[in-house]
């Protein structure tokens, strides 16, 4: 269990420094409804690695948990937007992308398994 608890925050931690790695790939998927593309795209990626963290601490899971789910939830019509729209300079295969939008869910079901499923720290009687 500790493991795959050490592999989600890793996954979400370095999700999130890759917003600030390669900003450009972020803000070439950003729908246009969405306002102020560079601040989405870096509080995303402080987010991300702020639940991964979180995730870590039995203190600090849950309201990780959640907040993971939120924004797991929250960028998923960016991932539908790549599958209904070109965008230039995103070679991606169309497969991977409508692939990315199950994956989103199994993502969720992820966090929620190792942050919430379960109590976070031992309860007194």
Not at 21 to 31: A, G, H
Not at 41 to 56: N, P, T
């Amino acid at each position: 269990m500790l493991f795959w608890r050490i592999v989600l925050s890793l996954f979400f931690i370095v999700a999130g420094a890759n917003h600030f790695w390669n900003p450009r790939f972020y803000l070439r998927v950003m729908p246009p409804y969405i306002p102020y593309h560079e601040a989405a795209v870096s509080a995303s990626g402080v987010l991300e690695i702020l639940g991964g963290l979180g995730v870590l601490h039995p203190a600090t899971r849950r309201l990780s948990g959640i907040g993971l789910i939120l924004l797991l939830i929250a960028i998923f019509p960016v991932n539908v937007h790549m599958v209904l729209h070109r965008i230039p300079g995103i070679n991606v295969s169309p497969t991977v992308l409508w692939l990315r939008l199950p994956l989103q869910l199994l993502c969720i079901a992820w966090v929620w398994f190792h942050t919430l499923r379960a109590p976070s720290a031992p309860t007194t009687p």
